[in-house]
């Protein structure tokens, strides 16, 4: 990986007619978009299907595709269906309820004209990647939609004789989930190889965990740290932390890592391989628990008394330490997680929105990142960056904003614009810091560092009045460029932060069921030509910077 810059938006957050982003035509029109600003990575959220809560982070299977996603106006184009059969919905956030419903009945009308003849179709079921995917999904489907482990008939745990009989009985049920992945598959062919030709690298996002009422879980029990019932014996969560005192109880049933080494982590080492063909650079969720991971008793009320137990550590990636992946290392990190990290070497994650604390050795602090880092304004469980600040008041709001002033002088970033709405009544307040940020530095290279040098002290010693007044608009774009002028290897914000906006553009917050999570989609019409000039000129100015 080279120094580059990337967008972070999920496939659902795009525009599109159908009510949720898809792999449609303003997929294809986001890529011209990041092309025209100079980004060179789009990084999504996970690709695959949701259930209850809509979190793409507690998926039904690890490899299938949601069908959400397919874009229904492909399958127009394709006589499959007709435009009046597509049910039309915009809007800024995403009703899964409704559009459930609605896309299922469109996908279903176009499986039934569809050619189950057709060689390419065939052949991609024959492969069956996705056998397992649609089995379960048929099978879900004729039990109610319940869990797996509530299945009457003798289905609550499998059998190979049973759920084959069922499948012969049931096999356009089958067949259908399977056009579902078919669909999705070649369309996400297409767009990639759209974006790649544009010099676009698509990153992608896998989660660690499955949810317990998925594929993998029902087909292959013995993966898991189950009983002999083929139950949870412990469960996944992570332990009380200074943002909640209960810890987190997530509920996700935990791999048997003693019994997965001994087959080389076959499944594990498959699932990384097949992400890595789907997409350029691969985020790996949660890499702490691939070193230790917390476990919880499965019938805890909290996760206050977890224990830690060892996972596959290094070893899970031998012979792969020279492919395209980033280790998400947030939270809780101790000796053991550097070592491995160190061991693999692969990029970690910094967050400029943790950094805002007043503590200048922070390892979120831009001006301390070290080269192998992929760097965020936020991430997808963050507020926006600019309603981060305007969630702040006084002394508070006051730190972050001299926090961004300072990263932004020892890093070179211009800070023109800024004001301070009122008059301080001390000379040395704010208003006489942002006069003296925007004097021009000498000529010569030594005084100009001494004078980077005697600004950052100014900042850092001035009172906090007139602080919390600034702008949280343009502190917002100056600790972007800030991010852009850092030593990270890729910098990437969310478009929320990029297009500056607040509280109401949040895509999730952790730990909080609500259908107002996952449900943020873009306004295509903040995409302007105001707004591409500007994030080019950015970049621009950066890059300049750098080679200077």
């Known amino acids: 990986m080279t120094r580059e810059a990337g967008v972070l938006l999920s496939i659902s957050s795009l525009p599109s007619k159908e009510g949720i982003g898809t792999l449609g035509e303003s997929a294809y029109q986001f890529a011209d978009f990041l092309s025209k600003c100079g980004y060179r990575v789009w990084q999504v959220l996970p690709l695959t299907p949701t259930r209850e809560g809509n979190s793409p982070y507690s998926s039904v299977s690890a490899c299938a595709l949601n069908p959400l ?29 409704r559009l459930r419903g ?36 048929a099978l879900s489907e004729h039990f109610g939609n319940k869990p797996f482990y509530e299945w009457t008939d003798g289905f609550d745990l499998y059998n190979e004789e049973r759920v084959e009989s069922f499948v012969r009985e049931h096999h356009k049920e089958y067949l259908y989930h399977i056009f579902t992945q078919f669909v999705f598959d070649n369309e996400w062919r297409e767009l990639k190889a759209y974006v790649n030709r544009k010099g676009i690298k698509l990153f992608g996002d896998m ?89 919880v008793d499965v019938d805890a009320k909290d996760a206050k008394h977890g224990v830690w137990m060892p996972g596959p550590g290094a070893a899970l990636f031998e012979g792969m ?43 979120h602090k831009p001006a301390n990142y070290k080269e192998n880092v992929v760097a965020y304004t936020g991430t997808h469980d963050n507020m926006p960056f600019r309603g981060y600040l305007d969630s702040l008041e006084g002394s508070a709001r006051a730190v972050a904003a001299k926090d961004i002033l300072v990263q932004a002088t020892v890093l070179g970033v211009e800070t023109k614009g800024l004001t301070v709405p009122g008059k301080s009544t001390h000379n040395d307040g704010a208003e006489r810091v942002i006069k003296e940020l925007q004097a021009p530095y000498p000529a010569d290279k030594e005084k100009e560092k001494e004078e980077r040098l005697r600004r950052v002290y ?42 500056l906006l607040g509280e109401e553009s949040r895509m999730n917050t952790p730990a ?37």
């Not at 176009?110 to 003849?117: I, M, Q, V």
């Not at 939270?331 to 007043?358: Q, R, T």
């Not at 702008?471 to 460029?481: Q, S």
């Open 458 to 499: 100014l900042i850092e010693g001035a009172p906090a009045k007139g602080f919390d007044t600034i702008d949280p608009m343009r502190l917002t774009e100056i600790a972007y460029e800030t991010l852009l002028s850092s030593e990270a290897r890729l910098a990437v914000a969310p478009m929320q932060d990029l297009l």
């Open 69 to 97: 996603f397919i874009d229904l106006y492909d399958l127009a184009g394709k006589g499959l269906l007709r435009e009046e059969e597509i049910s039309s919905a915009t809007g800024n956030r995403v009703d899964y309820k």
């Open 102 to 137: 609605e896309k299922e009945k469109a996908l279903r009308l176009a499986f039934s004209r569809f050619d189950l003849r057709t060689p390419e179709f065939l052949h991609f079921e024959q492969e069956g990647v996705y056998r397992e995917y649609a089995v379960f999904s």
């Open 321 to 363: 330490l020279d492919r395209p992946i980033v280790a998400e290392d947030l939270g809780y990190i101790d000796s053991s997680l550097h070592k491995m990290l160190e061991s693999v070497g692969f990029p970690g994650m910094k967050v400029y929105e943790f950094g805002l604390d007043g503590d200048p050795w922070s390892e």
């Open 207 to 295: 989660p660690i965990y499955l949810a317990m009422n998925s594929a993998e879980v029902y087909f292959h029990p013995e993966m898991f740290l189950f009983d002999g019932a083929g139950r949870p014996v412990k469960i996944a969560g992570v332990p009380p932390d200074y943002f909640n005192e209960e810890g987190q109880l997530w509920g996700n049933p935990l791999y048997d890592w003693a019994r997965m080494e001994k087959d080389g982590y076959r499944w594990w080492r498959a699932r990384i391989d097949r992400e890595l063909r789907r997409f350029d650079i691969l985020r790996i969720d949660h890499f702490r628990g691939l070193d230790r991971f917390y476990a």
């Open 512 to 548: 909080l069921v609500s259908e107002e999570n996952w449900a943020w989609r873009l306004d295509p019409t903040l995409l302007t030509d105001r707004l591409i000039d500007r994030l080019r000129t950015s970049l621009e100015k950066t890059n300049r910077a750098q080679e200077n």
